[in-house]
Structure formats: structure tokens, C-alpha cells
């Protein structure tokens, strides 16, 4: 069993009635049991217009599912005619997606720690090297 997400945009003309209706068709597909998390439904403008439509909400769902029921996901996606563009990508399981250390972002060099130095001390050292 793999874990998923599924992204989708359907088209802002739709009521909210429709809304909740197209959702829950497509999480029975995904049988309620297997998903894991279901985030809140975004307004987003689109960068250009999908079958006339320039703004859309966007949901996402991630869920587990074996490889094959995929394609079968894929094809009700397709079919389904109120949806404007859906991805499916493979996640890791959402209890691993803590804030683990990226090679990215971890500095190249890190800054040694070298003990503050007192004005005083350099003042000394000033006057030492003048005096020479």
C-alpha cells in the first residue's frame, strides 16, 4: 500500500450543495477508510483559463491505495466532468513528513564559536603594537 495525495481544481460556478457532492463521490471512491487527511477547500486564481474559467477551488486529499486502483482513479477523474485538472503524486506517509534536516538547507560551513574578546583586551593590544 502507497500513500498518495490527489489535488484537484473544479470550477468556482459550482454551488456549494455541488461542492460537497462531488467530494464525497470522489472520497466513497477512495473508500473513507483509507485517507488519511483532508485539507479545507482554497479559492485560487488560475495563471490562465481552463474551459472558461479563471478562478477555481482547489482541494486536496491524501490517502493510501494500491498501484493498480490508481489507474482506475484516474479514469473516474477523467470521466467525472465537473473536474477541471487533477494530479496524483506519491507521498510519504503523513507521520514521516516531520521537519527532518535537508542537506539543502543546512549551511555549507558553520561559523566556529571563538570566545568574545573584552575592548580591553584589544585596547591592550593597540598600544603594544604602537609602542614597537
Given amino acids: 500500500m502507497n500513500y498518495y495525495e490527489l489535488t484537484y481544481l473544479i470550477p ?9 457532492e462531488l467530494s464525497k463521490k470522489i472520497e466513497e471512491f477512495l473508500q473513507t477508510e483509507k485517507i488519511d487527511k483532508k485539507e ?10 481552463i474551459s472558461g474559467e479563471s478562478q477555481a477551488f ?4 491524501f490517502f493510501q491505495s494500491e498501484p493498480a486502483d490508481i489507474l482506475k482513479l ?5 470521466e467525472e466532468g465537473k473536474i477541471l485538472r487533477h494530479l496524483i503524486i506519491k507521498t510519504k506517509p503523513q507521520e ?3 521537519e527532518e534536516e535537508d542537506p539543502k538547507k543546512t549551511p555549507l560551513f558553520r561559523p566556529s564559536q571563538k570566545p568574545k574578546v573584552e575592548l580591553s583586551e584589544i585596547d591592550k593590544k593597540i598600544e603594544e603594537i604602537l609602542e614597537d
Fill in 40 to 49: 479545507g477547500i482554497l479559492r485560487k486564481k488560475l495563471a490562465y483559463p
Fill in 12 to 20: 468556482i460556478s459550482l454551488n456549494e450543495q455541488e461542492i460537497e
Fill in 74 to 78: 484516474k479514469k473516474y477523474l477523467k
Fill in 96 to 98: 514521516e513528513e516531520r
Fill in 58 to 61: 482547489l482541494i486536496s486529499i
